[in-house]
């Protein structure tokens, strides 16, 4: 996995950001193309220029009689976005006795696995964005992000997101293969990312499987998952187990509404008092879900019993088999996560384990689970629900936790600092 953090000035410049980030490069190979002098084998050369996020480097594996590289091997491939690689043939640094003259002619490739199927302006500045990941070789995963405006209206600035089947160069937006629910619906239903037309700051997570988006726009965290989640099935069972999540099914919502308007990957709330939009997942038929865990009505809130993401979520548990235990009667996770007005506070606390080494939180996997028919679906990858365990200051937004060697980043879901609305994300 990789992962960037940063600032952009603007919602369109978070996109093309984001955008060449996925198509970062690394180095798989590299010749010589001045060999230098005063080299020796195991030297350490570091590719100089570019604008990495990781350096790339290679190890010297023979040298000739006056110490000029003949030949390298790669050490660390290193990451750069894509167009930020430096051209060949580029300069190195060595560690050794060398003479820093060495150049090489680079072979790059995709670092993180996503290839561009489209990138156009279609609206003043408004993109669509196509991405098709590769999966690691075993899915091909196409994605869509589309920014738009309601500059007249309700000021709003925000991405519409979408989940594909596939890529039809001619086609409209609407008209791509298998498209999920937005804005194209007469309903204009879907998944959006609230942000803003000015400075916002992002934490981006990409696998060739997945993109996690965090974003802080003004005092409030807007967050998406665009790609596969983790199927509890096989392949042929569960042949495409895509999710599209955002965090509002509004699509002129402002990152600034109501306290509970902006949800969160743990947590889905529709603001509208229906049972559709925030977030989506595609079934093992084909068919696009829903996933809301709550609607609002008025100041409250009010489970929505068919797809929703445990264990924030409230299904019938009683109602899945007994060899589903994390679903059917373990825990009675609404004592922890309740369900009602904005601020209510939650009956108890989930603290760790005296031998936890002091950590502040218990970091729950989320899962996607159904009532009709009953299935347990899939993991959204590397996404956890946690608890604060302790007055509001036990975790804020961007805390870092440690556990063993895992490291996690925590955040609130929009504006809501209830005990509840935390999740985090693990870096691999």
């Given at each position: 996995?990789?992962?960037?953090?940063?600032?952009?000035?603007?919602?369109?410049?978070?996109?093309?950001?984001?955008?060449?980030?996925?198509?970062?490069?690394?180095?798989?190979?590299?010749?010589?193309?001045?060999?230098?002098?005063?080299?020796?084998?195991?030297?350490?050369?570091?590719?100089?220029?570019?604008?990495?996020?990781?350096?790339?480097?290679?190890?010297?594996?023979?040298?000739?009689?006056?110490?000029?590289?003949?030949?390298?091997?790669?050490?660390?491939?290193?990451?750069?976005?894509?167009?930020?690689?430096?051209?060949?043939?580029?300069?190195?640094?060595?560690?050794?006795?060398?003479?820093?003259?060495?150049?090489?002619?680079?072979?790059?490739?995709?670092?993180?696995?996503?290839?561009?199927?489209?990138?156009?302006?279609?609206?003043?500045?408004?993109?669509?964005?196509?991405?098709?990941?590769?999966?690691?070789?075993?899915?091909?995963?196409?994605?869509?992000?589309?920014?738009?405006?309601?500059?007249?209206?309700?000021g709003a600035y925000n991405w519409e997101l979408v989940g594909l089947t596939g890529y039809a160069g001619g086609s409209?937006?609407?008209?791509?293969?298998?498209?999920?629910?937005?804005?194209?619906?007469?309903?204009?239903?879907?998944?959006?990312?609230?942000?803003?037309?000015?400075?916002?700051?992002?934490?981006?997570?990409?696998?060739?499987?997945?993109?996690?988006?965090?974003?802080?726009?003004?005092?409030?965290?807007?967050?998406?998952?665009?790609?596969?989640?983790?199927?509890?099935?096989?392949?042929?069972?569960?042949?495409?187990?895509?999710?599209?999540?955002?965090?509002?099914?509004?699509?002129?919502?402002?990152?600034?509404?109501?306290?509970?308007?902006?949800?969160?990957?743990?947590?889905?709330?529709?603001?509208?008092?229906?049972?559709?939009?925030?977030?989506?997942?595609?079934?093992?038929?084909?068919?696009?879900?829903?996933?809301?865990?709550?609607?609002?009505?008025?100041?409250?809130?009010?489970?929505?019993?068919?797809?929703?993401?445990?264990?924030?979520?409230?299904?019938?548990?009683?109602?899945?088999?007994?060899?589903?235990?994390?679903?059917?009667?373990?825990?009675?996770?609404?004592?922890?996560?309740?369900?009602?007005?904005?601020?209510?506070?939650?009956?108890?606390?989930?603290?760790?384990?005296?031998?936890?080494?002091?950590?502040?939180?218990?970091?729950?996997?989320?899962?996607?689970?159904?009532?009709?028919?009953?299935?347990?679906?899939?993991?959204?990858?590397?996404?956890?629900?946690?608890?604060?365990?302790?007055?509001?200051?036990?975790?804020?937004?961007?805390?870092?936790?440690?556990?063993?060697?895992?490291?996690?980043?925590?955040?609130?879901?929009?504006?809501?600092?209830?005990?509840?609305?935390?999740?985090?994300?693990?870096?691999?």
């Amino acid at each position: 996995m990789a992962f960037k953090t940063g600032a952009a000035t603007s919602y369109i410049d978070a996109l093309n950001i984001l955008v060449s980030f996925a198509l970062a490069k690394e180095t798989v190979s590299a010749v010589v193309a001045v060999p230098g002098a005063n080299n020796s084998p195991g030297d350490i050369l570091t590719v100089v220029g570019g604008t990495p996020e990781t350096a790339a480097t290679f190890t010297v594996a023979t040298v000739d009689g006056g110490g000029g590289v003949l030949t390298v091997t790669p050490l660390v491939t290193g990451l750069y976005c894509n167009g930020s690689e430096p051209a060949n043939n580029v300069a190195t640094t060595t560690n050794g006795a060398g003479d820093n003259a060495c150049t090489l002619t680079v072979t790059w490739a995709g670092a993180l696995g996503w290839t561009q199927q489209r990138n156009t302006v279609y609206s003043g500045s408004d993109k669509e964005v196509i991405l098709l990941g590769d999966g690691g070789g075993a899915y091909s995963i196409y994605v869509g992000i589309r920014s738009f405006n309601d500059a007249a209206g309700s000021g709003a600035y925000n991405w519409e997101l979408v989940g594909l089947t596939g890529y039809a160069g001619g086609s409209a937006w609407a008209a791509q293969p298998g498209i999920s629910p937005g804005r194209y619906d007469l309903a204009q239903r879907g998944a959006y990312v609230p942000l803003r037309n000015a400075a916002i700051t992002y934490w981006f997570f990409v696998t060739n499987r997945r993109i996690i988006c965090v974003f802080k726009v003004g005092t409030v965290y807007t967050n998406m998952y665009l790609g596969l989640a983790n199927p509890f099935g096989t392949a042929s069972e569960y042949p495409y187990p895509i999710a599209v999540f955002g965090c509002c099914g509004t699509w002129n919502t402002l990152y600034s509404t109501a306290t509970q308007g902006i949800s969160g990957l743990v947590d889905p709330v529709n603001i509208t008092n229906n049972d559709d939009g925030v977030a989506y997942i595609r079934d093992s038929g084909g068919i696009w879900r829903s996933v809301v865990n709550t609607k609002m009505s008025g100041a409250n809130r009010s489970a929505v019993k068919v797809v929703n993401v445990w264990p924030v979520g409230m299904l019938d548990y009683v109602s899945f088999p007994a060899e589903d235990c994390c679903v059917a009667n373990n825990i009675a996770f609404d004592k922890y996560a309740p369900v009602g007005a904005a601020g209510t506070a939650p009956a108890y606390k989930l603290y760790p384990t005296p031998d936890s080494g002091g950590n502040k939180v218990v970091p729950f996997p989320n899962f996607i689970a159904m009532n009709t028919p009953l299935a347990v679906l899939a993991e959204l990858d590397n996404v956890h629900w946690i608890s604060a365990c302790a007055p509001t200051a036990n975790i804020v937004s961007e805390d870092t936790i440690t556990i063993g060697s895992d490291v996690y980043l925590c955040f609130q879901q929009g504006s809501r600092t209830d005990f509840y609305s935390y999740f985090a994300i693990k870096r691999e």
